[in-house]
């Protein structure tokens, strides 16, 4: 049973435009979500987090929108640099235990 | 301030043998967890330790199993390898256990099994 859900394996933007990856999740003890970004060949990096608490989280190009009664979470890049090519994964973890439950993840692919 | 580091990157094994991997945490941290990477499963959270002790645990048979050094250095170990083992093996460290601030990633160790 997926806890947290990628829906979409891969997404490719025009460089320039706005790129939008879902996630969602069924568990409602989730209260805090994060996340991150995989080049190949790396393990992958921290990006951008947000607390239950909170609704919008916002680091420069990257926007995270949490919408707790229909469990979904997207992050909002804009605009979208052929650097930003990568998997981004979304993840989630319970006060209770800290552990991290992960998304499959989805191929972010910008087109020059 | 050194990163991750996980060796060996790459191995390929035969079914029913065992095999070590290695992951050396941020200086400082004491925190390490591990995980497996296969195609379209995402990261599945295998273990934590923290101070040498077993925090937290995943859903993975007792084939797999792991370590932590007093010098934070954390070991994992797979017994009797089957082909559904072949995955990215990943390792993290944080400061300390209890949060989920910003774990930092090694590169991961590709186990392949034949």
């Known amino acids: 049973d997926q806890q947290v859900k990628q829906n979409s394996p891969s997404l490719s933007v025009q460089e320039g435009r706005i790129s939008i990856l879902n996630c969602d999740y069924t568990?409602?003890?989730?209260?805090?979500f994060l996340w991150y970004k995989k080049y190949p060949a790396e393990g992958p990096t921290f990006l951008i987090s947000i607390s239950s608490i909170k609704d919008k989280n916002e680091d420069g190009r990257f926007t995270v929108f949490l919408n707790k009664s229909a469990k979904h979470l997207s992050l909002h890049i804009v605009p979208s640099q052929p650097g930003d090519s990568a998997v981004y994964f979304c993840a989630a973890s319970a006060e209770s235990n800290y552990q991290l439950i992960w998304g499959a993840g989805t191929k972010l692919i910008i087109k020059p | 301030k050194a990163g991750v580091t996980q060796t060996p990157r790459y191995l390929i094994k035969t079914r029913g043998q065992q095999v070590t991997l290695s992951c050396s945490p941020i200086?400082?941290?004491?925190?390490v967890s591990w995980y497996q990477q296969t195609p379209g499963q995402g990261l599945q959270f295998l273990f934590e330790y923290f101070s040498e002790t077993q925090r937290n645990k995943g859903n993975f048979p007792g084939r797999f199993s792991g370590r932590q050094f007093s010098n934070s250095r954390s070991e994992m170990n797979v017994s009797t390898l089957e082909l559904g083992d072949s995955a990215l093996y990943l390792c993290?460290?944080?400061?300390?256990?209890?949060?989920?601030?910003?774990?930092?990633f090694g590169p991961g160790t590709r186990l392949t099994v034949t």
């Open positions: 993290a460290s944080r400061i300390y256990s209890g949060s989920v601030y910003e774990q930092y």
């Open positions: 568990n409602s003890m989730f209260d805090y």
């Open positions: 200086s400082g941290h004491r925190s």
